[in-house]
């Protein structure tokens, strides 16, 4: 058989969408995996991720980020880790050899989708999706909430630009109920 | 028509005239007019019939607080009743009609009801129309409401699109009157981040419809340079046509936005209204106040308004109510009507002040210690009637009469939260009390009725929270110089609440008849009710009622009120959530192959899933349904059941906590085996089953139905977070990153064989086996060998990302087979076929016994809800049994919800055997084939019944059967 070729959420190609003060971009580029404490091993486990990644474990609604890997934190003594997918595919591997015993490792890189947002409406768009205060959440946010009934991490980036995550067969609803609030703006 | 009763001056745009209609006549106003002042300027006082005695009305206030000039609004789809004529914003052919009358608002057959008014008092129906009781629901009331209601609805379609959001803010300040406008620009100019929002679509309020000055200049002028001072501030949003609706838990507020009611249609792509969640630190509450009426005979004709309301009109629309006015008044406020009347050359037909004393207005008839006892003018005013301090009776003809009572300050949203106001002698009004979390009162909603106390109280009231004081500018301080005065006495009827047609008679009713407590008082007269709340008559209410009981207003009672503060439109409640988009869609890994083979999706739950896949020529759902059953069973076929719930379970206490879980032992569960658990509720009863996989020591992967999904996950975390925290275990859902596809069929190993990278035989790869594999030449993957259909069949998973190119190389390899896919309808049929227990039978009321599965509750060990099924009512072994059916008459179909009887007996519960769960048409066994609930139903096989509906009074022969009825040794799925 021929090899099985990576597709994003929404059918062939990544969804997009772009208008005068905003832009809504599919970013199928991530490769994804949960971490999450073993009872009792968190100093062992935030030494392991020291070591592999040079970051400390962020605390809730915290994100840090260096080199490939960036981590948020999506529950008690969990979080998520993030590289890029044409070089980290194995990233459930990666993580199980380095952190051992500390930590259950799962792999969640095709359970989530990342739209990338940005433009001038933004503040005003997230209003009309999320009761998160854009205007006053700093850079390297990742906040739990839901847009439109459904789940999603929220990630305030350097620069203005936001992240919104969410499982990945909401997708097509996510991208509708993003563009209408854009277009509502 | 020309506008006959346009004035100079004012803050409308005369360089544009805007054509409208009212009840099919055309008129023209100017921007900046509402309907009610544009159809005054044309000279129309009647614009409205009233809701009980249909007597017609014309409007009363120049405000949100409007309870009688409601018109229908715009036409089709954006018909809206009850609309508000003094809120409504002119826009050029703006279409609007009268309500509540028929045929015409001239004519209107049902002012009947006004001669018949002896025999409709307070509470009248219910003592008329008791008998007989049954005539109630079926005549009465229908022709009640017919008779009644106010205004009607186009029943198409809403035309337009509502959204919701959320704001946050320092403080937020409701209301930009002079207060509110002190109030944001001290909080604005000390850097707090300030939303200030009025319903209003020009800021100012009463600024707006006075006339006198602030600093140098007028206080229109010095509300348009505050607004603009305000709007240069990055910190501050401005929110006009914004009603703050509700105060809610924690301070957090409702605002309703009229993003697009001033325009004959929204533009595109744009919501008509947002409905905004406002979580302030602080809420600056200057809702100004409402003037209140004064009730005396017959004071409810069209030309019949506030004096405050009169002099907005005048000063800020341009527009006088009539060619001769008379103003009654028991307070200073009310003469200010006069002098601005005057000044804008506005016959001042006579002033009734029923206070005697005080100043006189030069110019003018001014009666004080009068009263107006009566008026004349079937359609609108002519004249009134009015008696001296001297007892004479004199008749003054006029067209217009404003009235004021005094003001009671707006505590509307003081009271959300259970606020009780608290009564206030010098002012005669009830001012705020018992304020919500982190809310301040300022201006005249507080009681602080002048300018100067307006302008204070808002600087003030920011400074409270943080921000430098500012300098105010000078300002009006006049005192408030009032008698009460609530009605006259007559024999006439006199309205307290215009909008629900009662009066001081219905007050009196009440009070006779004992339901003197304020509540009962609003419940059995209606006062205060539908769509103005009693704005204007509450107080009013309360004062007669207090004069009858011989006891003063607080002794009394307030009525409080309650969110919202005008009406909403259930469009705004609800948002985008209607019709396609009430929900969000979760779409499978193979949704957009399946729509290429044109399939045909259901909802479950969130998710679609192709329910069946037509091919050309299948014109019936059950040619493809049979088609994918037989072809299944035949050769091999695949369906897609990502939707599954996925958990993974991991931690060196994961077997244990599993054992804990499940029913049935899972401890000693060896790693690449699958096992099906059963999972109880803590009552015993039946919560979900599924597969749970040992993929390694400490790694599981547990399988949930779909439904359950989320349910299962949660009852999981409570159990690891708050019963045994001590365990070692981690849990995460994997839904959605796992693509899994159900592969069914005597072929399927050889179609299998071809995409799997490992030996999958028999030997190597037996019934419930499971592995990590590879895919296509190292794709990583999944393997269960599991079977939902009872055929030989396999569950293979990889990534989401390849579930797309899994299904189209499935399909590929399977050509040789004619694979084929099928849906959740086949999926049915052949659980069904096989006995499998799916959603219909695990239904929240069944147990394990009665599934068939009572021996997988361990005894050896402990686990959720094994002790509670042990419960006698639960562990009879001569009760329910699932079991299966087919019919005595190979051709005769039955449905699930059928009741089991025996033959002969009556079709009463008493009589019940049991319930049919499941039915499906079995191409395989060329019947129906149903598994349903029967009484000690293992010993019953072989035995007829009736399938008997009550719903349908379909009523079949069947025959008991076991529940497995294709392939009941299994010979198929270990093969």
């Known amino acids: 058989m021929d090899k099985l070729t990576l597709s994003p959420a929404l059918g062939a190609a990544a969804h997009n969408y772009q208008d005068d003060g905003i832009s809504i971009a599919e970013n199928p580029s991530l490769a994804l995996a949960s971490i999450a404490a073993r009872l009792g091993q968190k100093k062992q486990l935030l030494g392991a991720v020291k070591k592999l990644t040079g970051l400390n474990l962020p605390d809730p609604q915290r994100l840090v980020a260096a080199g490939d890997y960036t981590i948020f934190w999506t529950g008690p003594e969990q979080w998520f880790v993030t590289a890029p997918i044409n070089t980290h595919e194995d990233i459930e591997m990666r993580l199980r050899s380095v952190l051992g015993a500390s930590a259950s490792v799962t792999e969640q890189t095709g359970g989530w989708t990342r739209f990338d947002v940005e433009g001038d409406k933004l503040a005003a768009m997230f209003e009309r999706l999320c009761m998160i205060d854009l205007a006053t959440t700093p850079p390297h946010h990742a906040i739990r909430t839901v847009i439109e009934h459904i789940g999603a991490f929220v990630i305030t980036w350097e620069g203005g630009t936001v992240s919104v995550l969410s499982p990945r067969s909401y997708a097509g609803s996510l991208f509708h109920a993003m563009t209408v609030a854009a277009k509502s703006v | 028509m020309t506008q006959t009763h346009r004035l100079r001056g004012g803050q409308i745009d005369r360089s544009q ?25 044309n000279g129309v006082r009647l614009m409205g019939r009233s809701f009980k005695y249909h007597r017609p009305r014309g409007v009363l206030t120049a405000g949100s607080e409007e309870p009688i000039a409601l018109v229908e609004l715009r036409t089709g789809g954006r018909q809206e009743p009850n609309t508000r004529a003094t809120t409504a914003e002119l826009f050029e052919g703006l279409v609007a009609n009268s ?55 186009s029943m198409e379609e809403d035309a337009d699109a509502y959204d919701k959001g959320f704001l946050h803010c320092d403080v937020l300040v409701v209301g930009a009157g002079p207060s509110g406008l002190a109030a944001a620009l001290t909080a604005g100019r000390a850097g707090k981040r300030v939303i200030l929002a009025d319903e209003d679509y020009l800021m100012g309020g009463r600024l707006n419809a006075e006339t006198f000055d602030i600093g140098s200049g007028s206080g229109s002028d010095w509300a348009a340079s505050v607004v603009a001072e305000l709007a240069s501030m990055d910190n501050v949003r401005l929110m006009t046509r914004t009603t703050i609706i509700g105060s809610f838990d924690h301070g957090v507020m409702a605002a309703l936005e009229r993003v697009s009611d001033h325009l004959a249609a929204p533009l595109k792509d744009k919501p008509r209204q947002t409905l905004w969640r406002i979580y302030p630190d602080h809420t600056i509450l200057s809702a100004g106040a409402i003037e209140r009426p004064i009730a005396f005979p017959n004071n409810d004709r069209p030309g019949i308004m506030m004096a405050g309301a009169m002099r907005a009109y005048a000063n800020r ?54 009263q107006v006892i009566d008026t004349k003018g079937r359609l609108g005013l002519h004249s009134i009637a009015v008696r001296t301090k001297d007892g004479d009776v004199k008749t003054i003809p006029c067209d217009a009469l404003g009235v004021s009572g005094g003001w009671n300050p707006n505590v509307h949203l003081t009271c959300h939260q259970r606020g009780r106001p608290a009564w206030n002698e010098t002012l005669a009004t009830f001012v705020p009390d018992g304020l919500p979390t982190g809310m301040t009162v300022c201006g005249a909603a507080r009681g602080d009725f002048s300018t100067h106390g307006a302008l204070k109280g808002g600087m003030l009231a920011a400074k409270a929270i943080g921000a430098k004081a500012i300098e105010l500018p000078h300002a009006e301080d ?50 205060g009710m539908a769509t103005d709340q009693g704005k204007t008559s509450n107080m009013g209410g309360l004062a007669v009622m207090a004069e009858m009981t011989g006891k003063t207003i607080p002794e009394t009672g307030t009525t409080i009120f309650r969110p919202p503060y005008t009406p909403v439109a ?62 299944t069973r035949g050769s091999v076929g695949v369906c897609d059941v990502t939707t599954l719930g996925k958990i993974d379970v991991q931690g060196t206490d994961a077997a244990a906590f599993l054992n804990r879980i499940y029913a049935n032992g899972f401890a000693k569960l060896p790693v690449g085996k699958v096992r099906y658990g059963l999972m109880l509720r803590e009552d015993g009863i039946v919560m979900d089953d599924g597969t749970t996989a040992r993929m390694s020591e400490h790694h599981y992967v547990m399988t949930t139905t779909t439904a359950n999904a989320v349910s299962v996950f949660r009852h999981m975390e409570f159990a690891r977070q708050c019963l045994w925290p001590d365990m070692d275990v981690q849990l995460i859902s994997t839904t959605d990153a796992w693509a899994q596809y159900a592969v069914a069929g005597p072929n399927t190993r050889r179609l299998l064989e071809k995409i799997v990278d490992q030996d999958i035989s028999n030997e190597a790869f037996p019934f419930m086996a499971c592995s990590e594999i590879t895919v296509c030449g190292g794709t990583r993957a999944r393997l269960f060998r599991i079977s939902f259909s009872g055929e030989l069949a396999y569950e293979i998973a990889v990534p989401t990302r390849y579930g797309d190119a899994m299904i189209r190389a499935i399909m590929k390899a399977g050509e040789e087979f004619d694979v084929t896919p099928y849906g959740t309808e086949a999926l049915g049929v052949m659980r069904i076929e096989k006995g499998h227990a799916a959603g219909n039978e695990l239904n929240g009321t069944t147990t394990a016994l009665e599934l068939g599965l009572g021996k997988m509750v361990s ?9 509670l099924s042990e419960r006698d009512g639960l562990s009879h072994e001569d009760g329910f049994k699932l079991m299966g059916f087919k019919p005595v008459d190979p051709g005769e179909a039955f449905n699930a919800g059928s009741h089991f009887l025996k033959p002969g007996a009556p079709e009463t519960i008493a009589h019940d055997e049991g319930y049919m769960t499941s039915v499906a048409y079995s191409p395989n066994l060329g019947h129906t084939v149903g598994l349903g609930f029967l009484k000690d139903g293992g010993n019953r096989i072989g035995e007829q019944l009736r399938a008997f509906s009550p719903v349908t009074d379909k009523d079949i022969m069947v025959e008991v059967v076991s529940p497995h009825m294709i392939d009941p040794e299994g010979e198929r799925l270990r093969g």
């Not at chain 2, 805007?18 to 002042?37: I, K, N």
């Open chain 2, 570 to 631: 259930i469009g705004a409640l609800a948002g985008r959530s209607r019709g396609k988009e009430f929900r969000p869609y979760r779409l499978t890994p193979s949704h957009q192959w399946a729509e290429e083979q044109g399939a045909v999706f259901v909802e479950v739950g969130t998710w679609l899933r192709a329910q069946w896949y037509p091919i050309a020529g299948e014109t019936h759902w059950r040619e493809s349904v049979d088609r994918e059953v037989l072809a």
């Open chain 2, 99 to 153: 309500q509540s009358r028929w045929p015409s608002l001239k004519f209107d057959l049902m002012a009947i009801n006004d001669y018949m008014s002896p025999f409709l008092s307070a509470g009248f129906y219910y003592k008329t129309f008791m008998w007989p009781a049954v005539f109630w629901e079926k005549l009465y009331e229908p022709i009640i409401r017919r008779a009644a209601g106010l205004g009607s609805l």
């Open chain 2, 317 to 370: 629309w341009a527009v006088t109510a009539g060619k001769s006015v008379a103003i009654f008044t028991n307070n200073d406020d009310g003469l200010r009507t006069v002098r601005d009347l005057q000044a804008k050359g506005v016959e001042i037909a006579a002033v009734i002040d029923t206070r005697d004393g005080g100043e006189v207005i030069g110019g003018t008839r001014h009666i004080q210690g009068g």
């Open chain 2, 478 to 527: 006049a005192p408030v110089n009032i008698t009460p005065f609530w009605y006259v006495q007559g024999k006439p009827r006199a309205w307290v609440d215009f909008q629900n047609d009662v009066t001081v008679k219905d007050i009196k009713l009440a009070h006779q008849e004992n339901f003197r407590p304020v509540e009962h008082l609003k419940r059995y007269t209606t006062l």
């Open chain 2, 17 to 41: 005239r805007l054509p409208f209609s009212f009840d099919g006549s055309s008129y023209v106003g100017h921007p900046g007019d509402t309907l009610a002042s544009a159809l005054l300027a």
């Open chain 2, 859 to 867: 005894k050896a060990k402990d686990s959720i809800g094994s002790k």
